[in-house]
């Protein structure tokens, strides 16, 4: 069973810049969430999708950061304009489902470096 | 507000047990995780409780006391290959899963 896949592995731009992260879960995982991880400190959800429709997203800074879901499979996030503070892994996880014992897959992350 | 804590760092020895406390304030619950993650790497799942108990899986073991929302994840035979970083997570009243910072642990000879 394939994983989930993300891409790119590594990303290094400059403050201001716009950078976009793709995301391609688990065939059949009806739940996909991107996780902020800054080094040293556990994941941070920034949104989390049922299908192609958003169930969380409260701690998504909207005025630089959106993603979709489209067709209820790939996801993107993207940053624009990117800060500094947004150095950090972007993680991609999905699950079968959001409830019960169904645990997250997590991809490889994508580091993302702001200079 | 939501919080899940863990202690920083641990040290323990090869072939010893560890355990790795975790407490949490969430809006509800439904259900809590732990993970492993070793450095540079994405996090992989350990172990789910639910009900309150222990919960077996070879060298790894993890408790639930919901009234005190507290959990512990226990490692015996300790290995080097064990020196991660382990994380504990809630699932909320919401269904979002919401994780802990994380516990280094070194393993050392």
């Known amino acids: 069973e394939a994983g989930v896949a993300q891409s790119p592995r590594y990303k290094i731009i400059e403050k201001r810049q716009s950078v976009a992260f793709w995301c391609n879960p688990i065939?059949?995982?009806?739940?996909l969430y991107w996780y902020q991880q800054i080094l040293g400190q556990g994941p941070k959800l920034l949104i989390q999708?049922?299908?192609?429709?958003?169930?969380?997203d409260s701690q998504l800074p909207k005025d630089r950061f959106s993603a979709e879901r489209l067709k209820g499979v790939d996801s993107t996030l993207k940053i624009q304009p990117a800060k500094l503070e947004d150095s950090a892994v972007y993680l991609c996880?999905?699950?079968?489902?959001?409830?019960?014992?169904?645990?997250?897959?997590f991809g490889s992350g994508t580091q993302l470096s702001v200079l | 507000g939501q919080n899940i804590d863990q202690p920083t760092e641990m040290t323990a020895t090869e072939g010893a047990i560890v355990q790795i406390n975790c407490t949490y304030q969430?809006?509800?619950?439904?259900?809590l995780f732990w993970y492993q993650q070793h450095a540079g790497e994405a996090p992989t799942f350990l172990s789910y409780?639910?009900?309150?108990g222990l919960e077996e899986k070879g060298r790894f073991s993890s408790f639930l006391s919901r009234s005190k929302g507290y959990s512990y994840l226990l490692l015996k035979e300790l290995q080097m290959k064990d020196s991660a970083s382990y994380l504990c997570?809630?699932?909320?009243?919401?269904?979002?899963?919401?994780f802990g910072a994380g516990t280094r642990l070194f393993v050392k000879a």
């Open positions: 065939s059949g995982h009806a739940t």
């Open positions: 996880a999905s699950s079968l489902d959001r409830k019960g014992r169904e645990k997250l897959f």
């Open positions: 997570a809630v699932r909320d009243r919401g269904f979002k899963t919401i």
């Open positions: 409780n639910v009900l309150d």
């Open positions: 999708f049922q299908n192609n429709g958003v169930v969380d």
């Open positions: 969430t809006s509800g619950f439904n259900g």
